[in-house]
């Protein structure tokens, strides 16, 4: 795993995962599924401006922007029949806020497995979480 400086929303994310033992880190990705917050309405209504991560089992849709300051957006949104899909799309929303493009690029590709879920979750679905951080990684090169 990359030893790389992680930004505090991330790091905070990791240390509350990494603090509670292993069977119960399955009970705080589901609390981070109740907590992915609805998306705005320019989106709601449109999810064809959202982009779908096919590797995720369940359909994943995101969005990223960048306001005028240089902050960075994430918007994703996934089913409440797939818990564990919509944990880590939280997750990432959630430990994204806030940051600007060079912070999120800065990201170390493997963030999801530094959570320690890896004996918790299918690999399928931590790739799944690697693939929605790649992608939004990708798309904000391509606005860059």
Not at 75 to 86: C, G, L, Q, S
Not at 93 to 110: F, H, M, N, S, Y
Not at 113 to 122: E, K, Y
């Amino acid at each position: 795993m990359t030893d790389a400086p992680l930004a505090p929303n991330l790091a905070d994310i990791r240390d509350e995962f990494l603090a509670v033992e292993e069977r119960a880190r399955l009970q705080l990705l589901l609390e981070f599924s109740d907590e992915l917050p609805e998306l705005p309405e320019r989106y709601r209504d449109h999810p064809d401006l959202m982009e779908r991560v096919l590797e995720c089992q369940a359909p994943v849709f995101f969005f990223v922007e960048v306001d005028g300051g240089g902050i960075v957006h994430l918007f994703a949104t996934a089913p409440e029949e797939a818990p564990t899909t919509r944990g880590f799309a939280s997750i990432l929303v959630q430990g994204l806020a806030g940051l600007t493009v060079d912070e999120v690029l800065a990201v170390p590709d493997d963030f999801p497995q530094m959570i320690g879920l890896s004996r918790a979750v299918s690999p399928l679905r931590l790739r799944g979480m690697s693939a929605l951080l790649g992608r939004a990684k990708r798309r904000l090169r391509e606005l860059g």
